[in-house]
Nanobody, 115 residues
């Protein structure tokens, strides 16, 4: 079973940047598809960005042009670079990996953007 460990969350002022990391276990990292999701208090979890095993990316309209998802096979890590953050980006961010046998979630990392 794949295990995911996230890091990189924190408190940042509006307009600032953060980079989230998601380290995945397993020897078949190149076959995983990754998604970054977020859940704000009182709201449903939503997909923020995704990247396929082949590197194709997709983004929620609310983050296009500000967030970038990427992956590094040498480090078994997926990233979410977040720029020009706003208070509306405040949420717990979760990494998800999809693979042949199923999917896995990370524990979540809090991102708080102050105005």
């Amino acid at each position: 079973q794949v295990q995911l460990v996230e890091s990189g969350g924190g408190l940042v002022q509006a307009g600032g940047s953060l980079r989230l990391s998601c380290v995945a276990s397993g020897s078949t990292f190149s076959t995983y598809a990754f998604g970054w999701y977020r859940q704000a208090p009182g709201k449903q979890r939503e997909l923020v960005a995704g990247i396929s095993s082949g590197g194709r990316t997709n983004y929620a309209d609310s983050v296009k042009g500000r967030f970038t998802i990427s992956r590094d096979g040498a480090k078994n890590t997926a990233y979410l670079q977040m720029n020009t953050l706003t208070p509306e980006d405040t949420a717990v961010y979760y990494c998800n990996a999809g693979y042949a046998q199923g999917s896995a979630w990370g524990q979540g990392t809090q991102v708080t953007v102050s105005s």
